[in-house]
């Protein structure tokens, strides 16, 4: 390879360089404020204003949900700690005990208050008759 | 033998004629893969045990965002090509794969709001998977409009490279992005290191409309990359025995 053609190629490395560095740094910044909805756990270690409108997320608990009319209330986990959540309204229809849920809302005194519920889907595809076998 | 082989290709004629005798074969071949496998998976796979018949957005949705990120990638090496090698041809590549980029990412967004409304019961969140999609789509748009922009082609081209080389960065992120922070969307089924999680009866007509989407999205590249060459060789002597 020539002089030249050398010094360009250096040229595009040092600036895809900078280009992931400067990237790097502002992801790094924002970190968590990426994150699309809070954990359990995390809501559990930080404090948040209950006017504050915030999304949390994680399973469905088993055997938390209770109907009333158009009020709903079940608890969200990330197995380690426990929401309860409040809503009024329509649910999803892949909304399921021991699924992925998201919901928008307000957290106050240990209950969320949800105003917006959302399904989380994971990433397994199956048909109805094989058994889950994975260990999440 | 090989530097006379890459010499050839990348003069526009040879390129030409090459891309006029293999393209019937790869247009018809996947042509006959994406049909067949769109066949097998609307009407041949069994439903999602949870989704029911809406998962099978998938064998769009899926190929569409696989082939946006392919194709900035095949961009960002062209660019390079174009910037230490002065390859006119890596040129011409670069701003006749973008149009179809932005069209393919625009593919992979619709397809994946309606999956959504039935699935999440929302068709647009600002997570990080889909923002750093749209990223992807507005910077296709504006490599396409800040070639436009210039009327001296040689400008035009190195600048686009550049911004192209830039804005590579984000394809790393939109991968991770399901990993990397708390998304809406799913992370992946199909890994390279682990044990895909998508049931092979849905999983084999994937593959398969990944391979067929991806011979035609090719067969448009080729077919821009052909209109490019018309129109930037155009002064030129050989073109008119071609035309």
Request: net charge neutral; glycine share 6%; proline share 3%.
């Amino acid at each position: 390879m020539n002089q030249i053609r050398k010094k360009r190629l250096y040229n595009i490395l040092l600036v895809s360089l900078f280009s992931v560095s400067g990237i790097s740094l502002i992801l790094y910044s924002l970190n968590s404020n990426l994150d699309y909805f809070f954990t359990p756990t995390e809501l559990k270690e930080q404090n948040i204003s209950s006017d504050k409108r915030i999304k949390i997320g994680g399973m469905v608990l088993e055997g938390s949900v209770f109907r009333n009319d158009s009020n709903i209330s079940f608890t969200v986990t990330d197995y380690e700690s426990f929401v309860k959540v409040e809503f009024k309204g329509i649910v999803p229809d892949l909304f399921q005990e021991g699924s992925g849920v998201v919901a928008l809302g307000y957290l106050n005194d240990e209950v969320f208050y949800a105003e917006e519920v959302l399904a989380k889907h994971d990433e397994n595809y199956m048909p109805p008759n094989i058994e889950i076998n994975n260990d999440s | 033998m090989i530097k006379k082989f890459i010499h050839q290709f990348a003069s526009p004629k040879t390129y030409l004629y090459q891309v006029n005798r293999f393209y019937p074969y790869i247009f018809y071949s996947s042509l006959v893969i994406y049909i067949i496998s769109l066949i097998w998976g609307l009407f041949f796979t069994p439903e999602d045990f949870v989704q029911g018949n809406s998962y099978r957005i998938i064998y769009l949705h899926v190929p569409a965002s696989f082939l946006s990120q392919s194709l900035y990638l095949a961009m960002a090496v062209a660019s390079v090509t174009y910037l230490v090698w002065r390859v006119k041809l890596a040129a011409y590549l670069i701003i006749a794969i973008a149009p179809i980029g932005a069209m393919t990412t625009f593919i992979a967004l619709i397809s994946g709001s309606i999956w959504g409304i039935p699935t999440w019961g929302t068709w647009w969140q600002w997570d990080a998977r889909i923002t750093s999609t749209l990223i992807l789509f507005i910077m296709y748009l504006g490599l396409i409009s800040l070639h436009n922009s210039f009327s001296n082609f040689e400008k035009a081209d190195k600048l686009t490279s550049w911004l192209v080389i830039i804005g590579a960065v984000n394809i790393p992120i939109i991968k991770k992005s399901v990993d990397w922070w708390s998304t809406l969307h799913q992370s992946a089924s199909i890994t390279l290191t682990e044990k895909p999680t998508i049931d092979v009866l849905m999983l084999y007509p994937l593959i398969g409309s990944i391979i067929g989407f991806l011979g035609l999205i090719t067969c448009l590249v080729l077919t821009s990359s052909k209109y490019q060459i018309l129109i930037r060789e155009k002064t030129k002597s050989w073109i008119r025995d071609y035309v």
